[in-house]
């Protein structure tokens, strides 16, 4: 596709529920990232891939947070037993290649998670 | 945690006036980046500067980058409406992962 997209878009859900966040990065993009973003802050790095391995996962806040990319494109972020405090947006990011110093990251439109 | 920090945290111009905003950070780079977030909308990538380069131009964008004093900053110039927006700095420190810092919410009036 023309750009990173995420689905859904919006997610509400109840507390205690498991929840799947989607991302498909840009065709060809070896690097994804996934971010975390509160209300009026700057998005938080969770962890990332580089082709179907997890790289980084230093981010995120607790065993409930998993990331997979099992064929190195669309990935999934879930988290289990949703708490209200893991309402946020969710945001995923695409890049080209792999650890180049100039390698922009491309963001996609995010899903607001909202945990009643 | 959040290590960029932004200044001002808020920005109210006129159109056709200059916006600058500032970043600070504490560690050692191999590039910054400047971002911007439209309500409603995702983060769109506007420069990068390397950590041996000190300014850079994109169309009215400016960015500088000073190493020593670990800060940076961005001007829009001849603003407009539509530069109404959040904006962030992001830092890469080698590690692939951005480090963004906590905005800069600027707004234009017609």
């Known amino acids: 596709g023309a750009g990173v997209s995420q689905s859904p878009r919006y997610k509400v859900t109840k507390r205690g529920q498991d929840v799947a966040l989607r991302c498909d990065p840009i065709?060809?993009?070896?690097?994804l990232y996934w971010y975390r973003q509160a209300l009026g802050q700057g998005p938080e790095f969770l962890t990332y891939?580089?082709?179907?391995?997890?790289?980084?996962k230093s981010g995120l806040p607790n065993d409930r947070f998993s990331a997979e990319r099992p064929e190195g494109s669309i990935s999934t972020l879930t988290i289990q037993r949703t708490e209200q405090r893991d309402s946020a947006m969710y945001r995923c990011?695409?890049?080209?290649?792999?650890?180049?110093?100039?390698?922009?990251?491309?963001f996609g439109p995010g899903t607001r998670l909202t945990v009643l | 945690s959040q290590q960029g920090e932004e200044d001002p945290q808020a920005l109210s111009i006129q159109e056709g006036e200059n916006a600058t905003m500032n970043c600070s950070y504490k560690?050692?780079?191999?590039?910054l980046q400047w971002y911007r977030q439209n309500s409603g909308r995702g983060l769109v990538h506007l420069i990068l500067?390397?950590?041996?380069?000190r300014e850079k131009h994109s169309g009215r964008l400016r960015v500088t980058l000073d190493t020593s004093k670990k800060s940076s900053s961005l001007l829009i110039t001849a603003s407009r409406a539509a530069d109404t927006a959040s904006y962030f700095c992001?830092?890469?420190?080698?590690?692939?992962?951005?480090?963004f810092g906590t905005g800069t919410r600027l707004l234009v009036s017609p």
């Open positions: 990011a695409s890049s080209l290649a792999v650890a180049r110093v100039t390698d922009t990251q491309y």
């Open positions: 065709s060809g993009h070896v690097s």
């Open positions: 891939f580089n082709y179907e391995a997890q790289q980084d």
């Open positions: 560690t050692s780079i191999n590039n």
């Open positions: 500067i390397r950590s041996n380069e």
């Open positions: 992001a830092i890469n420190t080698g590690f692939q992962k951005l480090v």
